[in-house]
């Protein structure tokens, strides 16, 4: 479950570490290596929280009044830096083994300290969970206690907050690289729209069950309902068929990986 996020993140930020490094002699690559061994090594779930909280809109990260509304570096030793800040709608952060912390829009020179991106185990001293449902999921405000599956283990996101979070060295993967968010936030979600091509499977069980229902009724081919099932199968294959193509026109970076299409993976999502 949540693999996508954290596969994601990897993808690029191995591109993206890898120019960072070309342009300022940085080891943030090296250091992404590294613990992509660990990762598989280990067999290990990684969640991706890039989402702030942002606060007012119409500001930057360093012009909030609250400077803890997009998460930042606040203390640096020689063994790494504690971060603070917070990250909303994590859905995976909680059955995950690791988070990679991202930032979350394009960055100028004066938000220097939200230019952090880093791998933190996701039961690290300093972070606190505030756990809850997606908001567009309003079965906790209906009556009754029934829930989708198991009403102890079904859908849910957490708040994350970070208070003075230590990162050692060897995993940060950007320390003020501002020039390299925007980057980095482009191809972390196209890879990411074009991996909502999972969700043609759950589009696969909901046609047959429609189609399921139907039969039952005695109404297979009364034909606004065949249309209806048609208008969601071309909808589901539309999402699959773009998905693919978008990882089909990849593209070789730098880095040695491959970036799928942009526009095939905004028309998938």
Known sequence: FQR????????????TTFEMDEKHGTKHHKRLLEFIRMVQHENLVIGGAMTDVKGDRSK????????????????RDDKGVYISGAKAHQTGCINSHWMIVMPAIRLTEAD??????DAIPVDAPGI???YGRQSCDTRSMEPGDMDQGNSQFSGQ???VIFDRAFIPNELIFMDGEYEFASMLIERFTCYHRRSYVCKTGVGDVLIGAAASIADYNGVPNVSHIKDKLVE???LNESIY?????????SQKM???VWQNDEMLANVCK
């Open 232 to 234: 969601m199968t071309h």
């Open 112 to 117: 220097k300290d939200y230019a952090v991106v």
């Open 241 to 249: 068929g773009t998905g693919i193509a978008s990882s089909y026109q």
């Open 254 to 256: 730098k880095s040695g």
């Open 60 to 75: 930057g990260p360093a012009e909030q009044e609250d400077p803890d509304l997009f998460l930042r570096i606040v203390d």
């Open 157 to 159: 996101e957490a708040m």
């Open 128 to 130: 606190t969970y505030i």
């Open 4 to 15: 996508c996020v954290g596969m994601d993140a990897l993808n690029s930020l191995h591109s």
